[in-house]
């Protein structure tokens, strides 16, 4: 005969008589005696009606607490004020905020360094194109143009300046617009 080996898988299937006795069974209980459970249900009574006066405690607490401070003027928008500038302080005086502003002071340095020395590089780039021939060249051109649209404009003369023919470009023209001098000097008088 063969001899079988019981296990896990193995294990015959429950008849009704033990269904019955596993739904009587309760799982979340351990045994106990009728005098133990009275006794639990009084602890637990009295547990929950200290929780309950701790409550009220709290809230006469509270708002003991709210009344002080409405006396002493201190409103939830001047206590979130405090706490801000509490925060902030503790944050300016952390290592990691203060290694954080080194860092960023001296990229700021370097970056002004940077650009002074990219303002001083283009100065005289500017200076160098200045003094190219290309430039002296479209200079020229510029100075001859202006000579001749004088000369056209104001008669025969000197060449001058480009400010110089600007200049007498706006008295010209100043002198040639009319005025209005129609009012006595005594009825123009506020």
């Not at 299937?13 to 739904?23: F, G, W």
Request: charged share 30%; glycine share 6%; hydrophobic share 30%.
């Amino acid at each position: 005969m063969e001899t079988r080996q019981q296990g896990f898988l193995d294990s015959e299937p429950l008849k009704e008589a033990d269904e019955d006795l596993v739904s009587e069974v309760n799982l979340n209980s351990s045994i106990m005696t009728e005098e133990e459970r009275e006794e639990a249900q009084q602890e637990l009574a009295k547990l929950e009606e200290e929780i309950s006066t701790l409550r009220q405690v709290l809230a006469s607490k509270e708002k003991q607490h709210a009344e002080i401070k409405q006396k002493l003027g201190i409103s939830p928008l001047s206590e979130l004020r405090t706490n801000f500038t509490r925060g902030w302080h503790d944050m300016q005086c952390s290592s990691a905020y203060r290694k954080t502003s080194e860092t960023l002071s001296t990229a700021g340095q370097k970056t002004s360094a940077a650009f002074s020395t990219f303002g001083t590089t283009i100065t005289k780039k500017f200076g160098d194109m200045r003094n190219s021939p290309s430039f002296k060249s479209f200079e020229e051109k510029v100075e001859n143009t202006v000579s001749t649209i004088k000369t056209k404009v104001g008669g025969t003369g000197a060449g001058g300046s480009f400010e110089e023919v600007l200049s007498s470009a706006a008295n010209a023209s100043s002198q040639d617009t009319p005025t209005n001098n129609l009012t006595d000097s005594s009825e123009r008088q506020c």
